[in-house]
C-alpha cells in the first residue's frame, strides 16, 4: 500500500517533469534565439557584430553591416552567427561573402589587380608633392635676401603696424631680461 | 494661377542672370561702364525675384498644394510646419532653386558693395556668380522644376508636366508622402543652409580671383578684399559639417558622428581646400610669395564646391549609371569642365605675373611651415578625393563596385592629421622669414616638454595605445602654445599701455582679429581633436538580448531592461519605446528611452538612440530589435563612447574664434 502511494507520486512527479519538459521544449520553439544560448559554445551578438563591423551588404550603401537595421542585414548577421558557429574565421566569412556577392560587402577594396591605385597614388602624389616642396625650399634658401618686407598694395594696415610695435616691445624686454 | 507665377519668375530671373553674365563681359572688354552697371542691376534684381519664387514654393509647401509633384514629395499634412520649412531642401528640385537663392543673395551682397577703388574689377566679379547662377536656374527651370504638377486625362494616365496637357485635369493626391523620416529633425533645419552658404559663399573670392587673371591686377588686392569672404564661407562650412555631425550621432543611430560616406566627403573636400587657402593667403599678404598657389587653390574650392554638389545631386555615388539617367549629372560636369578649364586657362596666361616678390630663407621659417601645412591639407584632400572616386572608376574599368570605407580613411588620414597638430603648436612660435633650428628649439622645448604631462598622465592611468598617447601630447602642445602666445601678447600690452589684464586681453584681440580669432579656431579643433581621439580610440560596445530585469554591462556602466511599449504617436508614426534602468560603478544613475520610430508616410524607420551624455562620456543606447507580440524581450546595442562631448564644445569654440577673426575692424 505504501509502496503503491510512493509509485503514485513518483506517476505524478513524472508528468508534472514531462509537462515541464514539454512546455519548455514549447517554449523554446517560441524563442529560436533561446536554443543558441543554451548551446555549449553560443556565438554572442558582439562576436557577430565584430566581424559584421568590416561588411557591407550590397544593397544599404555605406552603412556598415553591424549597425544595419534592414531584415535583410539581420539575415546576414544570422548568417555569419551561423558561420562562426561552425567554427569559421572572420576572414574565411569576409572572403566568403566577397565571393557570392562581389568585393563591394568589404570595408576596402581587397589588394589585387587595379585596386592597388586605391592605396599607392594617394602616398605617391604626397610624396611628390613633398620632394617638390622640398627642392624649392632648397633652391630658394640660397637667393639672397632682397624683399623681406613685402610692399603691399593697400596703404593702410593698422594691424601689421600694432605688431610690429608689440614684437619691437617684446624684443627690448626680451633683451633687458636676457 | 501662383504656380505659373513662381515658375514665370524663375525663367525671368534665368534671363536676367543670362543677361547679366554677357552685359558685364561686353561692358568690361569695351570698357563701357553703363553695361557694366546695367549688369549690376541686372544682378540686384534676380535677388528679390528669386526671392519670390522660393516663397511660391514655400506658400506651396506649407498650403500643403500637393498636385505640385514636389510639395507632394517632401511634406505631408501631418508635418508640423518647421519642417514643412525644411522640406524646402529635402529634395533634388528644392534644393537646387534653394542653392540658386543663397547664390542671389551673394551675388546681391557683393553688388552693393563699395566699388570706386575697385572698378576694374567690377564686370568679371558679376560675370562669376552670374554664370553659376544661370547654370543653377537653368537647371531648375528646364531639368528639375519644382512647380511640375500631377495632370490625369480622362483614361487615368497620368502626367507630371509643368503646363497643363491637351484633354487632361489637374489632380489632387489628398495627401502628400511626407519628407525622409531621417531629415526631420532639428539638426537638419540649420544642417543644409549652412553648408549650402559655405558653398555659395566660395563663389565670391573665386569670382575675385579670375577678375584678378582677367585684368592683370594681380597684385594681393584681390586676396586682401576677400579674406572675410573666405572666412566666412569658411565659417559656414565648418558649421555645416559639424551640424551634419551631429545630425548623424543624434538620428542614424550607429554610435559615432562621422562614417566617411561619400556626401560626407564631398562637403570636406572644399573644407580641406579652403583652410590650406586661409592659412596661405597670409603669406602672400605678408611676403608677396605663393601667389600662383593662391590662385590655383581658390580655383579648386570653388570647383570642390560644385563638385560636391554634383556628387550628391547626381546620383553618381550609387551608380555611375545612374548619372547618366538624369540631365543632371553631365550638366553639373561640363559646367565643372568649362569652369576648371577657363580658370586654369586665364591662370597660365597670367602664370609669369603671379611670380613670388620674395624667396624663402629657412626651413623653419613661418612661410616655410605654412607651405607643409598646404602640403598635409592637399594630402588629405587627394586621400578623400580618390577614396571617392575610386569606386567610380572601379565600376567604370572592370565593372566591380568596391567600397572605400573607414578603415582607408582612418590610416591614409591619420598621420596626416596628427602632423598638422605638430604645425599647429609649433608654427606660432616661429618667425617670418629668417628663422633656425636652433631658435625655434629655444621656444619650444619647454612647451613641448611641459605637454608631456598628459601622455604621461595618461600611461599612469593605464592606456597604452600609441596613437592616443601622441595625440594627447600634441593636443596639450597646442594649447600649452596658443596659451602662451596669448600671454606674450598681453604682457607686451600690459607693458607698453599700463592697461588691466581683462583690458589688455580684449585690446589684443580686437585689434589682431585675424590672428587672435585663428588662435581661438586651433584651441577649437584640438578640443574637437580630444573628443574624436576619444570615440575613435576608446570607443567600445556590447550587445544583447535581454528580458526585463536582465542587464548589459559596458565600461562602468550596467543597462538593466525595464520595460517596452508601442504605440502611435499623433505626428504619424508608430513608436516602441523601451525604459531602461542606467547605472554607473553599481549606483542608478537615471533611465534611458531608446526607441524605434516608424513613419507610416514615408514607410520608413528611424533609430533614436538614448543617450546620457557628461564630458567624461556618452553612454549611447540603440534599440535594435524586440519582440512585437509579448514586448518581453529586446535587443539592446550599447556604446560607450569615452570624451565625444568635447567634440561638440571644440566646435562651438571653433565657431567663436572664427566669428572673432570675422568681425568687421572699425576702420573697413
Not at chain 2, 556668380?129 to 497620368?158: C, H, Y
Request: aromatic share 14%; charged share 15%; hydrophobic share 50%.
Amino acid at each position: 500500500m505504501i509502496k503503491n502511494v510512493t509509485s503514485l507520486k513518483n506517476l505524478r512527479q513524472n508528468t508534472t517533469i514531462a509537462a515541464i519538459l514539454l512546455f519548455t521544449l514549447f517554449m523554446l520553439s517560441a524563442f529560436p534565439v533561446d536554443v543558441t544560448a543554451q548551446e555549449k559554445n553560443p556565438v554572442t551578438d558582439d562576436e557577430v557584430n565584430a566581424v559584421a563591423k568590416e561588411l557591407y551588404c550590397p544593397v544599404c550603401e555605406n552603412v556598415p553591416l553591424d549597425v544595419c537595421p534592414t531584415t535583410a542585414c539581420a539575415q546576414w548577421r544570422e548568417l555569419i552567427r551561423e558561420k562562426i558557429r561552425e567554427g569559421w574565421t572572420p576572414d574565411e566569412i569576409k572572403i566568403y561573402l566577397a565571393e557570392q556577392y562581389g568585393d563591394r560587402v568589404l570595408a576596402e577594396p581587397p589588394r589585387s589587380g587595379i585596386n592597388w591605385l586605391v592605396y599607392l597614388l594617394p602616398p605617391a602624389l604626397i610624396l611628390v608633392g613633398a620632394i617638390y616642396l622640398g627642392l624649392n625650399i632648397q633652391r630658394m634658401k640660397k637667393k639672397p635676401i632682397i624683399n623681406t618686407t613685402h610692399e603691399s598694395t593697400d596703404p593702410i594696415q593698422p594691424q601689421d603696424e600694432y605688431m610690429k610695435k608689440i614684437e619691437a616691445e617684446l624684443k627690448k624686454r626680451e633683451s633687458k631680461n636676457g | 494661377m501662383i504656380v505659373e507665377f513662381g515658375y514665370g519668375i524663375l525663367i525671368i530671373s534665368l534671363t536676367l542672370s543670362i543677361f547679366a553674365a554677357i552685359a558685364s563681359v561686353y561692358g568690361g572688354i569695351k570698357k563701357k561702364p553703363t553695361w557694366v552697371e546695367s549688369a549690376r542691376r541686372a544682378m540686384l534684381l534676380i535677388f528679390p525675384l528669386t526671392t519670390i519664387s522660393t516663397l511660391v514654393l514655400l506658400y506651396l509647401i506649407i498650403r500643403g498644394d500637393y498636385s505640385v509633384a514636389y510639395v507632394y514629395s517632401v511634406s505631408s499634412s501631418s508635418m508640423p510646419t518647421y519642417l514643412k520649412l525644411t522640406a524646402l531642401w529635402g529634395g533634388q528640385a528644392g534644393s537646387l532653386l534653394f542653392w540658386a537663392w543663397l547664390m542671389a543673395i551673394f551675388a546681391f551682397a557683393v553688388s552693393l558693395r563699395n566699388w570706386k577703388r575697385d572698378y576694374e574689377f567690377l564686370p568679371w566679379v558679376i560675370l562669376v556668380p552670374s554664370l553659376t547662377l544661370a547654370f543653377f536656374l537653368s537647371m531648375v527651370v528646364f531639368i528639375e522644376n519644382p512647380f511640375i504638377r500631377f495632370w490625369a486625362d480622362g483614361m487615368g494616365k497620368i502626367y507630371e508636366t509643368m503646363f497643363q496637357p491637351a484633354g487632361a485635369d489637374l489632380i489632387l493626391p489628398p495627401d502628400g508622402r511626407g519628407l525622409n523620416p531621417l531629415l526631420r529633425h532639428p539638426g537638419m533645419i540649420f544642417h543644409p543652409p549652412a553648408l549650402y552658404l559655405g558653398f555659395v559663399s566660395f563663389v565670391i573670392p573665386f569670382a575675385f580671383a579670375v577678375a584678378a587673371l582677367i585684368t592683370g591686377r594681380t597684385d594681393d588686392r584681390w586676396i586682401r578684399i576677400t579674406r572675410r569672404w573666405t572666412l566666412v564661407a569658411w565659417l559656414f562650412l565648418s558649421i555645416g559639417l559639424v551640424l551634419g555631425m551631429r545630425w548623424a550621432y543624434d538620428v542614424l543611430g550607429w554610435g559615432g558622428y562621422w562614417g566617411w560616406d561619400p556626401v560626407e566627403i564631398a562637403a570636406l573636400m572644399p573644407w580641406l581646400s579652403g583652410t590650406a587657402l586661409l592659412h596661405s593667403v597670409m603669406i602672400q599678404e605678408k611676403r608677396g610669395m605663393f601667389k600662383q598657389w593662391n590662385m590655383i587653390l581658390t580655383i579648386l574650392t570653388y570647383d570642390l564646391v560644385i563638385y560636391g554638389t554634383f556628387l550628391t545631386r547626381s546620383g553618381v555615388l550609387s551608380s555611375v549609371h545612374a548619372f547618366a539617367q538624369s540631365a543632371v549629372g553631365p550638366l553639373f560636369f561640363g559646367f565643372i569642365f568649362i569652369t576648371l578649364a577657363a580658370s586654369v586657362g586665364l591662370l597660365i596666361y597670367r602664370w609669369k605675373d603671379l611670380k613670388s616678390e620674395a624667396s624663402l630663407h629657412s626651413v623653419f621659417s613661418r612661410e616655410s611651415l605654412f607651405l607643409i601645412n598646404n602640403l598635409l591639407f592637399m594630402g588629405i584632400l587627394i586621400v578623400c578625393f580618390w577614396g571617392v572616386n575610386f569606386p567610380l572608376l572601379s565600376e567604370l574599368v572592370s565593372g566591380q563596385k568596391v567600397t572605400v570605407g573607414p578603415p582607408f580613411y582612418l590610416r591614409a588620414t591619420g598621420p596626416l592629421w596628427a602632423a598638422l597638430l605638430l604645425l599647429m603648436g609649433v608654427a606660432p612660435l616661429t618667425g617670418w622669414t629668417i628663422a633656425s633650428a636652433e631658435r625655434l628649439g629655444r621656444t619650444l622645448w619647454k612647451p613641448a616638454l611641459i605637454s608631456l604631462v598628459s601622455p604621461i598622465a595618461a600611461a599612469i592611468s593605464g592606456i597604452f595605445i600609441i596613437p592616443a598617447l601622441l595625440g594627447f601630447w600634441l593636443i596639450t602642445l597646442v594649447i600649452l602654445v596658443t596659451f602662451f602666445e596669448y600671454w606674450r601678447g598681453i604682457k607686451a600690452r600690459i607693458h607698453s599701455t599700463g592697461e588691466n589684464f581683462f583690458f589688455s586681453l580684449w585690446n589684443l584681440t580686437a585689434k589682431n582679429r585675424r590672428r587672435y580669432g585663428g588662435y581661438i579656431i586651433h584651441i577649437g579643433v584640438v578640443l574637437m581633436g580630444i573628443g574624436i581621439i576619444g570615440i575613435e580610440l576608446f570607443q567600445t560596445e556590447t550587445q544583447g538580448t535581454l528580458t526585463p530585469g536582465e542587464e548589459l554591462r559596458v565600461s562602468n556602466y550596467s543597462v538593466s531592461y525595464k520595460e517596452l511599449a508601442e504605440f502611435d504617436a499623433p505626428d504619424g508614426r508608430n513608436v516602441a519605446r523601451a525604459v531602461l534602468n542606467v547605472s554607473k560603478n553599481g549606483k542608478p544613475i537615471g533611465e534611458l528611452y531608446p526607441r524605434r520610430d516608424f513613419f507610416y508616410d514615408a514607410q520608413q524607420t528611424m533609430t533614436i538612440p538614448g543617450v546620457r551624455s557628461t564630458m567624461e562620456d556618452d553612454l549611447y543606447v540603440i534599440l535594435v530589435d524586440w519582440q512585437p507580440i509579448s514586448t518581453r524581450m529586446a535587443t539592446f546595442k550599447v556604446y560607450h563612447n569615452p570624451l565625444v562631448n568635447w567634440l561638440w564644445v571644440g566646435s562651438l569654440v571653433l565657431i567663436f574664434g572664427s566669428l572673432i577673426a570675422v568681425w568687421p575692424n572699425r576702420e573697413e
